[in-house]
C-alpha cells in the first residue's frame, strides 16, 4: 500500500517500480486509464523527487493497483514510457529535493506491440491473427470465433498492434489490452459478455442521500446528436466489386445497433464504396460502418469505482430522460491523489428507454491468466487463449 | 481512400504456359513477402502468356491499401498487332524458303 486516507471508501493503491530505487512517499497522485482501441496508460506524479535517479526509471516495468473495498481492483502492468521533471529554482526544494515535481507516464505492457514491421498475412482469419501475434509476445487472448477470411492483410511499416487493430476495425470489433490480454468483442454484443456492470446514480436516483458511495455521479457531459466526435451517424448503402467483376451491394439498416433499448433515428443514409473480394467482405464492412459512431455521446465523472472496463455495459437512471438507460463504456480513466479518487468514464449509446433490450448468444468473458515478469518483460503466467462463440 | 501509387517489383517466378508471376515489392511488404500478380486484364494468346523475366523488375499497383489484387503496369501486346505479327513472320519464312529453293535449283 502506498496510500490510504481514513475514509472508509478510500482505495488501498499500491505501485510498484521493479528494479531501481524509489522513495513511494513521494507519489502525490496516480491515474490509469484505459479506452477501446487504445493502449493502457498510466502516470504517476512525484512531489520532491531523488533527481539520482530520475532517467534510471525509464522503461522500467511498473505495476500499479488500485483496491476499494472488495470490489474488483484495477491493475495495471506496463512501462516507464518517459518521466517529465520539472524543476523551478524560484520554488526552492521540495522534500529536500531540486525536483519538485515529476510526472512518469507509462504504458500498458501492449506497448511491446509497437515495433514496425513489413509483412503479408495470406488467407488469414481474426482469431488466427490474434493467435499468431498474441502468442509470439507470450499474451493470452480472447477473439470472437468469426470465420471470415481476409485474403490479404498487408503490414507495411506498421505495427503488430496497428494492423490487429486495422482488422478488427474494418470488421466491427473493438480491441483492448488490458495487462497481457487481448480481447476483442462485438461492442453489439458486450452486454452478454458480463464483463462488470455497474449502476451510476444521479442524485435524483440517490434520493437526495449525498452519503458517499461508489458510483456517484459528480458530472456528466454530455454530447447528444448525429455529428460527433467520431463522425456523422448514417445508415449506409455500400457498393463494391467482388473478385469474379461482379457488383456487389450491402446496406445497413434499423436493425444495425446495439439493441439496448430503442433506437435513436438514423436520419441520412450514406452512400459509400470499397474494394472487397467477396459479398461476404462487404457485408463486415458495412456491418462495421455503425459501430464506431454512436448519436448519444458522455463524459462521466463519479466518486471513483474501480469495476468498469471498456466494454463494459454501465446504467444511467433517474435523469429522468431518453437517455436513461444502458451505455457502452468506451474508455476509464482512474485518478486518485491523496485526498481523493474519482473516475472518469467515456461512455455511448445509440438507444433510448423506449424498449427492452434485445438478448444476443455470446460467451462470457473468462478470467484470463495474471501476468508474471520475465526479464523484464510481462507475459501471461499461462497460455489462454479464448475463441468464443 | 487508397490512391493507388505505382511500385517496382522484382519477378519471384513467372511461368507463361499458365500466367503465374509471383513478385517481390520491398518498399510495401519487406524482403520476404511474395505476392501474386492479379489475372485480371490478362489474358493468354495462342495459349500463351506475356509474363516477365525471373529476376527483372517490373511496375506493379494495387487497387486497395492491402494490395488484395496486385496488378501488372504493362503495354499490353494488342491481340490484333500479336497476330499481324504472327503473319509476317511466316511470310519471312516462305521467303527464305523460297530463296533458299532458288539458290538450290529447285525451279530450274
Redesign the interface.
Known sequence: MIFKSTHPGSPDVSVVLSGVSVDYTTIQSVTVDMHENMHDMATITFSGLIPVGITDYIGVPVYISIAAGVRQNVEFFGYVSFIEPLMETRKGLVNNSPVQSAVATCMGASYDMTLP????WEKTTLPQLVEKIATSYGYSYAVPNDSFV???????GISDWDILLKACQAVGYSLTTSATHIHIYDPYKTIFRQLPYVELVTVKGAYGDIQYAPGRIMEFKGLFGNTTLDGIVYNYDFVGLD?T?SVVKASTNNESYSKYGELVERVNTAEATA?V?SQEMLNKFAGASTKTNYPYNATVVTTGIPDPVPGSVVKIDKYASNFDGFWLVRGVKHIISRSNYVTELTISTDSTTGKEYETVTVSAFKTPPVPQLSNNQWEASVDFGDVYV | MFDNPVYRAIVHYSDSSTGLIRVRVPVLSGASSILDISYIGRTAYNGVWAVPEIGSQIVVTADDANLTNVFWVQVAPVPATAVDLAEVLVRLNELELYRDALLLGVFE
Open positions: 514491421k513489413y509483412r503479408t481476409w485474403q490479404r492483410l498487408l503490414q507495411n473478385s467483376g474494394n473480394t
